[in-house]
């Protein structure tokens, strides 16, 4: 089905209700690897964090990393699951070039959290009880690189590279059950829904969860079933979708795709699907495998995972306050109002906001940074906010400047697009482009003297005791500056001159 022939969401919501599912994949920050003394870093040269376990040489033998372990069951409580007394690991058999041992250690059908919940808040406050079905522990596969093509993808490429860096990499994978009920809002809770989850794991401090490198990624599950039908629909699976706005996305196009394929009379094909950002669109995968295609079997070389009353309770002991509580909290320390703090986690600046305020700005000025030049700049080249390249320390670095004087907020504005193009700190930027505000009072009286001689009615104007009407000779100065005039001092020069 092609996109030119999409129903409008709004259309097909009106006609069929969707049922959601997800798949979040969080990548834990341990040391070392899940089943391997291999480190567990990002970005080193590709296969040089591997061992003969990770490669699945003959004779090797997988040890359980037990911080990986103490982290899924941290997972597994704050979303309020039940932790299993006991767990083992099974053997997931597939054959695919970046899972050299042809088989993945995984959780099959004794996880080691189960039957939890996560309350999400959408937009406007409400909040959407999504089921967890299981929370299971696993270890990632290794990374492809597709060459030769135009756009990087596997279709049309010549070649492939494999890094094995990652394979052998910690994951827990949360598993919804069916969500039913969201109706047009499906794609919004989409979004909330994974911002939660992502929420919860940096919290806890597991996972750096930045979706950009993969740490948390979505593989988004959608079906249609006609208005008033119980039996659900034949679901499509989107995989690996690693930003926010992406799974939005991808779940809104899956429902537009679902209903021109029902409208049509045909039936939609269970299968995986390939998210394509720059054009926001989903292609064919490959066939959905069941479970039983899997051919799961309990992984011979380890024995299962103990838990117990005292160790759930010890680490229970160490969770953070629950994402509800820090936010309220959070918006009393800052002092923002119901609408600005709505609005700051609508736009998924949150974070970046506590962050900035922890390196040293105040809570207006970090709001006033991420909620308005940053998230201009991101709706302008179609990113998220936390996507454009600013950090805390920038702004701190911005603001700073505009304390002492040096540039005012316009200067500021396009410092912060100089500092993201790379050119260096915004003091060093100031410096090499000479945009330190124009003080000098030498300098600015000539400025008033040529704006005050071209316009003479409002000067005419202040002298009468209308001193609002400054603000027109200001422009003009502020003009021949370049915008690098203090305007208070040239307010001031004005007055004096003019004898007010």
């Not at 690098?484 to 001031?492: I, P, T, Y």
Request: negative net charge; glycine residues 8%.
């Amino acid at each position: 089905m092609s996109t030119e022939t999409l129903v409008p969401v709004d259309d097909a919501l009106a006609t069929y209700d969707p049922v959601l599912g997800f798949e979040v994949h969080v990548e834990l920050n341990t040391a070392t690897k899940m089943f391997s003394a291999a480190p567990n870093a990002f970005g080193d040269v590709p296969n040089t964090n591997v061992s003969p376990v990770d490669l699945g040489l003959p004779g090797v033998l997988p040890v359980v990393n037990r911080t990986a372990v103490e982290s899924a069951i941290k997972l597994g409580l704050a979303l309020n699951c039940s932790i299993a007394p006991s767990c083992r690991f099974a053997r997931k058999n597939y054959f695919y070039p970046d899972t050299p041992k042809n088989f993945q250690t995984s959780q099959y059908d004794e996880p080691i959290a189960h039957d939890g919940y996560l309350d999400v808040e959408l937009e406007d406050g409400t909040v959407f009880r999504v089921e967890i079905e299981r929370a299971h522990m696993e270890e990632d596969a290794g990374k492809l690189t597709h060459l030769g093509g135009a756009a990087g993808r596997i279709q049309g490429a010549e070649y492939s590279l494999v890094d094995y860096n990652r394979a052998g990499v910690p994951l827990i994978e949360i598993v919804t059950k069916p969500i039913v009920g969201a109706g047009p809002r499906a794609p919004e809770l989409a979004r909330a829904y994974v911002a939660a989850v992502r929420e919860i794991v940096k919290g806890l401090g597991i996972s750096e969860a930045r979706m950009e490198r993969g740490n948390v990624r979505c593989d988004a599950n959608v079906s249609l079933m006609p208005k008033g039908a119980t039996v659900f629909g034949t679901r499509s699976e989107t995989k690996n979708v690693n930003s926010l706005r992406a799974v939005e996305h991808a779940v809104r196009h899956e429902i537009s795709r679902h209903a021109a394929v029902l409208n049509a009379g045909q039936k939609v094909v269970q299968e995986t699907r390939h998210w394509h950002e720059d054009t926001r669109s989903t292609t064919s995968g490959r066939p959905k495998s069941d479970a039983d295609d899997y051919r799961y079997f309990p992984e011979p070389d380890l024995v299962p995972v103990v838990t117990t009353r005292e160790w759930i309770e010890e680490l229970r002991a160490t969770l953070p306050e629950p994402p509800a509580e820090r936010r309220k909290r959070l918006k009393a320390d800052w002092g923002y109002s119901d609408a600005e703090f709505r609005d700051v986690v609508n736009a998924g600046v949150l974070e970046a906001i506590e962050d900035t305020i922890a390196v040293g700005a105040s809570a207006a000025v970090a709001r006033k940074w991420w909620m308005g030049e940053i998230s201009r700049l991101a709706k302008a080249r179609d990113v998220e906010p936390t996507e454009v390249g600013a950090t805390p320390t920038l702004i701190v670095e911005l603001d700073a400047l505009i304390v002492e004087g040096r540039i005012n907020d316009k200067i500021a504005r396009q410092v912060l697009e100089h500092a993201l193009a790379g050119e260096g700190t915004p003091a060093q930027i100031v410096e090499a482009r000479g945009l330190a505000v124009v003080s000098d009072d030498g300098a600015l009286g000539v400025a008033v003297d040529e704006a005050i001689a071209a316009m003479p009615d409002v000067v005419a104007k202040i002298k009468s005791g209308k001193v609002q009407a400054v603000g027109a000779l200001i422009g003009p100065v502020m003009k021949a500056t370049r915008g690098q005039a203090d305007a208070g001092r040239v307010r001031e020069i004005v007055l004096e001159k003019l004898g007010v």
